[in-house]
Structure formats: C-alpha cells, structure tokens
Nanobody
Framework: QLQLVESGGGLVQPGGSLRLSCAAS????????IGWFRQAPGKEREGVSC????????KYADSVKGRFTITRDNAKNTVSLQMNSLKPEDTAAYYC?????????????????????WGRGTQVTVSA
C-alpha cells in the first residue's frame, strides 16, 4: 500500500525559501499524479501544485505561480516542492497526495477529492 511522508517544513522569514519533499514507500510513484495541498487554521484545504505521473504536466495555484516549482524524480520515488519568495500567507500545513486516476483533469483541477492517498503533512511557518 502506498505511503507518503512529507519533510522539509519549518520556520522561515518572509522572502526566504524552503524545499518540501514527498517520499513514497510501498509502491512506485510513477503511476501516480502527485499534488501538494495546504491548509491554514480556519481555512479549507487548497491545491498548491500538481504534477502528472510522467512529470510533463503541472498546475499551480495563482497565489504561488512564479514562486513555487514542483518536480518529481520517479527513479528516487520522490516529489519536491521548491518554495521561493515565501510570504506570511503561505503559512500552513502542507500535504502531499497521490492519485491513480488516469484523467488529465486530476492535474488540471488539482482538487483534493481526486487524490486518495495522503501524507500526514509538514508545517511551514513564514514569519519575521
């Protein structure tokens, strides 16, 4: 059974950078689309970025375009989220999730209901 573990969160000052990693075990990642989602206290979970199983297609939320980059290394069974120019509003728990649905809308919509396997999350706090 696929298990996902996030790492790389922490406290960073505004304008700083963090790199989140999502490591998989129990199955190979190359058949899954992967998404990064975040949830701040009192807010709904939102899709940050998604990537297709091949890595060819990606999607970013408008709020992170130009600042965040999602990549995957199927040989290493990992997906990363490079986050630059971080803002206080990026503060949230970040989760990676996997979807085995073979539909382009999984990445295009980057919506949580399409993802069936979830990690436990890693906290990102952006504060001076």
């Amino acid at each position: 059974q696929l298990q996902l573990v996030e790492s790389g969160g922490g406290l960073v000052q505004p304008g700083g950078s963090l790199r989140l990693s999502c490591a998989a075990s129990g199955s190979t990642l190359d058949v899954y689309a992967i998404g990064w989602f975040r949830q701040a206290p009192g807010k709904e979970r939102e899709g940050v970025s998604c990537i297709s199983s091949s890595g060819i297609s990606t999607k970013y939320a408008d709020s992170v375009k130009g600042r965040f980059t999602i990549t995957r290394d199927n040989a290493k069974n990992t997906v990363s989220l490079q986050m630059n120019s971080l803002k206080p509003e990026d503060t949230a728990a970040y989760y990676c999730a996997a979807s085995d649905q073979r539909n382009y809308r999984v990445v295009y919509d980057c919506a949580a209901p399409n993802f069936g396997s979830w990690g436990r999350g890693t906290q990102v706090t952006v504060s001076a």
